[in-house]
């Protein structure tokens, strides 16, 4: 077993209060923009302001309920870290929320201007999700799903997992909003578009918590001037290059195949280089989520 030194306590405790604060965003969202316009996030979160809205029964209790299956799950089959500090995030928004309930926190609401709920409650709530993943933990809910059916089905794509499942989420609650609740047919529709924009915004601002601002592609360009192309993105942008050799599929010639990461900022110089070197080279670029290592991120 090893012993906990206090770099390691340290960077706990750091994570344990980035949950704390992002369950705190979560709450305020849900609770001054979310729960007053009726606007359905998705998720976990979602069934609990359907279930506030037509029955009045607290979120902060139903956010309790329904998560208690999946914590027992995480438990069984997911990490048993990310199972607690899961846990302990469920906890804190459930507590926040009823915090909020019992203090009477103002709520926000505008009929006039909808929108500004959706895009409130989607950026700060999203900010939120991202403080909690960051932690090491989750909101519960949708992740924790999806991270149980990628477990059963590796090739399955987590964002689209929590994409369906939202969306279904937010029809069904937008129905029953119409068909339970009293809630007109234009009011209805307007429900669904605004928390669908909510849903958006709230996983962009989950993308930019988790991968900033400061994301990268990799090119990679099959040519015949491997060392000059080398030589000039090595000088004039200061970038490493991996030289691969390689043979052409139909020609069967000898290329040199060059692949070299950049930010996004760098493109227009890196393409300049290619220009002037080699218009000739073929070249593509994958978009990168994240890079470890020198030029970009320090190494933990």
């Avoid at 960077?11 to 344990?16: G, R, S």
């Avoid at 506030?52 to 027992?72: D, E, G």
């Avoid at 080398?230 to 195949?257: A, F, L, P, Q």
Wanted: net charge positive; with cysteine; aromatic share 10%.
């Amino acid at each position: 077993m090893i012993k906990p030194t206090r770099k390691m306590l340290l960077n706990e405790f750091l994570n344990m209060m980035i949950m704390v604060a992002g369950a705190f965003c979560l709450s305020i969202a849900m609770y001054m923009f979310m729960l007053p316009s009726k606007f359905i996030p998705g998720g976990v979160s979602g069934l609990t302001i359907i279930i506030q809205t037509l029955s009045n029964f607290p979120a902060s209790y139903s956010m309790l309920i329904l998560n208690s299956p999946l914590i027992v799950l995480a438990f069984i089959f997911l990490k048993k870290e990310f199972a607690i500090k899961t846990t302990i995030g469920i906890g804190m928004t459930s507590g926040f929320l009823a915090i909020f309930r019992a203090v009477k926190l103002y709520e926000f609401f505008n009929p006039n201007e909808v929108w500004l709920s959706a895009l409130a409650g989607g950026v700060i709530g999203g900010i939120g999700i991202g403080l909690m993943v960051k932690g090491g933990g989750s909101s519960g809910g949708t992740e924790v799903i999806s991270l149980l059916v990628q477990k059963r089905y590796i090739a399955s794509s987590m964002s689209f997992i929590i994409l369906a499942i939202n969306i279904f989420i937010v029809t069904l609650g937008s129905t029953l909003y119409m068909t339970l609740g009293g809630m007109d047919l234009q009011t209805g529709f307007t429900t669904i578009i605004c928390s669908l924009i909510q849903v958006f915004l709230g996983s962009k601002c989950i993308e930019f918590v988790l991968n900033g601002i400061k994301t990268a592609v990799k090119f990679e360009i099959i040519t015949t001037k491997g060392n000059e192309l080398k030589e000039e993105i090595n000088t004039k942008m200061h970038r490493g290059v991996t030289i691969i050799s390689c043979e052409g599929g139909y020609t069967g010639d000898n290329r040199d195949m060059l692949v070299c990461v950049i930010t996004r900022t760098e493109i227009s110089s890196f393409k300049r280089i290619l220009k002037q070197v080699d218009k000739d080279a073929f070249v593509y670029a994958i978009n990168t989520r994240e890079v470890i290592g020198k030029g970009f991120v320090k190494r933990m």
